[in-house]
């Protein structure tokens, strides 16, 4: 095998043409590229065997950018437009969300607004047919479904669908169009006073959403807000920069970038934002990553509202793509990114990727996520919030105001062989297959089922059955460790098969000790005991 890591930064300045005039030194760029291209024709010529030059090309690339951060990453053409879809905020297809169902494709629920929703297509219909093709009962899995339903818009895909209640195949003929990934899910009125939002990521079209769904909540009657950002592990810096201007007045710092070739940037708020009054508490754990950070870290600077949870991830390098010839890319670091008071949450990556990667098992082993006196923070990464002067931590994410333990009291293995086997997943499918139509009289929206339905003994025996028949066999001390978290989380499948993923979040956060502390927060004297600012 080739060894290519002594060249690999050789490499890098074939494309020192992309980059400033003042990272360039010609001399040495020119001595690279003879080196490097000196090597590439001897190896072509010479070397024993056939060799794919452009292959050589991309694990030189690929090494180059691991041995400089985590962060800064190859994407080959192929790869490209499937990363980007996420923040696109689109993709072109027919628009449902689906499962493998009993080896038949089960639409889970139509994207709101696609194509499929407008023809009249419903949850819980099962694909049998694609362009007059049998694909039930033939092994079907989740890229052949991506492969047979996405493409280009304008195009027409015909389905046969079996609809409970019809003797016959209703066709359905799908034209092609974009289809919007949303990045926040509805949210819902805790109380009623508070609302609840979560962000999932930080894309093109996730202000807009969120400020959507914020105006439906505002109009049930909330005055306060539940923003969680748990498990968020960016976006785009922009998208980051909008949201956080949505909660501060204007002229606010909320962001500044800065790196050894770029000038310092600076981000300020607008007057524009449309939670500028009534508390705040914003959900962050380890997952919260990046964008989610600067949000956060704006908010807490500026003591708007209370950061509760867990350290975030702490990823404070901001990536820029460069085009190659082929139509693949690199994304490489090109500055750090600082909040209002100056911290910069980038935690160390001097160990290595796989050290750098492995982080959040340290904090686990350390006690850091269920103990908060294990987090051990010098006081050289001390600093100061902009009105009140709180302390806040700088040098490796963003340190909570309030910390929630994870709880792992009430985990067992039944319960996580459960989840692992996707008996959760199928069982809820079997059961709205069966009950979906009373299930949606009884209930008529999220709200008076989130209220109102039980998991009777009868369903968690008949759940617990059906996990017998998976071959996940039934452990009485697991089941009764766990028994609340079981029934909560099959209540939370079947409220996201009946509504939607917002639903699904709204049944599992009763049982959530961070969304009950933010309640408790916003319910109490808190916020005016950590001077936090707020209006009413």
Request: glycine share 8%; aromatic share 10%; with cysteine.
């Amino acid at each position: 095998m080739i060894q290519l890591k002594n060249v690999a930064l050789a490499f890098a300045l074939i494309f020192s043409s992309l980059l400033p005039n003042s990272l360039q030194s010609q001399s040495k760029s020119q001595q690279a590229n003879q080196k490097f291209n000196q090597l590439l024709n001897v190896v072509s010529a010479f070397y024993v065997d056939s060799v794919n030059e452009m292959e050589m090309v991309d694990a030189a690339i690929v090494r180059m950018l691991a041995d400089l951060d985590p962060h800064s990453v190859y994407i080959p053409k192929k790869d490209k437009e499937k990363m980007n879809e996420p923040l696109q905020g689109k993709f072109e297809g027919v628009g449902i969300q689906f499962n493998i169902f009993m080896d038949t494709i089960l639409v889970v629920s139509p994207v709101v607004g696609g194509p499929s929703e407008k023809l009249g297509i419903l949850s819980g219909d099962k694909i049998v047919t694609i362009d007059n093709d049998t694909v039930a009962g033939t092994g079907i899995n989740n890229s052949d479904v991506v492969k047979y339903l996405r493409g280009d818009k304008g195009t027409i895909v015909n389905v046969g669908i079996k609809r409970n209640g019809e003797s016959e195949l209703l066709s359905f003929d799908i034209k092609r169009d974009k289809i919007p990934i949303y990045s926040v899910e509805e949210g819902y009125m805790v109380n009623d006073k508070i609302g609840y939002l979560k962000v999932t990521r930080f894309a093109r079209n996730t202000v807009s959403e969120f400020n959507a769904q914020l105006s439906d909540l505002q109009k049930e009657g909330m005055e306060d807000l539940i923003l969680d950002l748990r498990g968020n592990g960016g976006g785009y810096l922009s998208t980051a920069i909008s949201l956080a201007d949505q909660f501060l007045n204007e002229n606010k710092l909320l962001v500044y970038t800065q790196g050894r070739s770029m000038q310092k940037d600076e981000a300020y708020s607008s007057r524009g934002g449309t939670f500028r009054t009534g508390k705040l508490v914003v959900l962050i754990d380890e997952g919260s990553a990046s964008a989610s950070e600067i949000v956060s870290g704006a908010i807490q600077d500026w003591d708007r509202g209370l950061i509760v949870g867990r350290r975030s991830f702490g990823k404070g390098l901001v990536q820029k793509p460069f085009p190659l010839p082929d139509g693949s890319e690199f994304r490489l670091t090109i500055s750090r990114y600082y909040t209002p008071s100056g911290r910069c949450i980038q935690k160390p990556y001097d160990k290595g990727s796989k050290a750098y990667r492995n982080d959040i098992n340290e904090r686990f082993k350390s006690g850091e996520l269920t103990n908060s006196d294990s987090i051990q923070m010098p006081d050289s990464l001390k600093f100061s919030t902009k009105i009140n002067g709180r302390i806040v931590y700088g040098g490796g994410g963003i340190m909570p105001d309030v910390f929630v333990p994870i709880d792992t009291s009430t985990r067992s293995d039944y319960y996580m062989n459960l989840l692992r086997k996707g008996i959760f997943n199928t069982f809820s499918l079997s059961y709205l297959d069966k009950n979906r139509n009373k299930l949606s009289r009884t209930y008529k929206d999220k709200y008076a089922f989130a209220n109102n339905f039980i998991v009777s003994d009868e369903l968690l025996a008949e759940f617990i059955a059906y996990g017998e028949e998976k071959k996940v066999e039934k452990v009485d001390a697991d089941l009764e460790k766990s028994k609340i978290e079981i029934t909560n989380l099959l209540k939370a499948y079947l409220a996201r098969g009946l509504y939607n993923a917002g639903s699904y979040f709204q049944t599992l956060n009763s049982e959530d000790d961070a969304v009950k502390k933010a309640v408790d927060i916003l319910s109490d004297n808190t916020f005016d005991k950590l001077k936090v600012n707020y209006k009413k």
